[in-house]
């Protein structure tokens, strides 16, 4: 697990350590210092913790006039033991919001597990982004992990599976993606209807 980092082919247009509204503005990483955890295994030290002791992040792109943010996750989203929606919500997400993103791409391939709880957070979430238009899209979710948040509901609150498994993401521009996940849920939304 150690050798899995986060993607940073995006580094020349933004750092999230240097961006006043993030929250990891300032923050450094080491290049060789291992030290966070999920469990018994050590992970790069590039992923940046938010609370949870099983979940990590990278905040890979955030564009504050289009209103948008892009995410990597990676390890263990454990909702019903360590309530990590709640740590994501209040210590990555609020913060993001009150800064003007309202649409959140969460890239996924690398969540390897999902054990569910309560969906509060996930509701909450929904009810504010649907005030401002935007919406939460999950890419890449693994199988199982997508059958887990499939089997709790949460795909009333936020957009994943296909085709937005489909995505060979690292290939855009950050502004690609995101336009490629709007037309996708635009595409979806209007099959519902």
């Known amino acids: 697990m150690h050798d899995i980092e986060p993607f ?11 961006d006043r509204n993030s ?3 300032k923050r450094e990483n080491s290049e060789f210092f291992f030290e966070n ?3 018994n295994y050590y992970i790069h030290p590039q ?25 990597e996750m990676m390890g263990e989203w454990n909702d019903c033991l360590q309530n990590d929606i709640m740590f994501l919500k209040r210590n990555i997400v609020e913060p993001m919001m009150e800064s003007g993103i309202h649409r959140f791409v969460l890239l996924c391939e690398n969540v390897l597990n999902f054990h569910a709880d309560d969906d509060c957070y996930y509701e909450e979430w929904n009810e504010e982004l649907i005030e401002e238009g935007g919406w939460v899209a999950l890419v890449n979710t693994l199988k199982h992990v997508e059958e887990e948040m499939k089997n709790s509901h949460l795909d009333y609150f ?19 993606l995101v336009k490629l996940i709007e037309a996708t849920i635009f595409k979806l939304t209007k099959k519902l209807q």
């Open 47 to 71: 992923w940046d913790p938010f609370g949870s002791p099983t979940l990590y992040t990278k905040v890979l792109f955030v564009d504050y006039d289009e209103g948008y943010a892009i995410l």
């Open 158 to 176: 936020m957009s994943f599976g296909y085709p937005l498994n489909e995505m060979n993401w690292r290939k855009l521009k950050p502004e690609q």
């Open 8 to 18: 940073y082919m995006w580094r020349d247009d933004y750092i999230a350590s240097e």
């Open 23 to 25: 929250p990891f503005f």
């Open 37 to 39: 955890k999920i469990y």
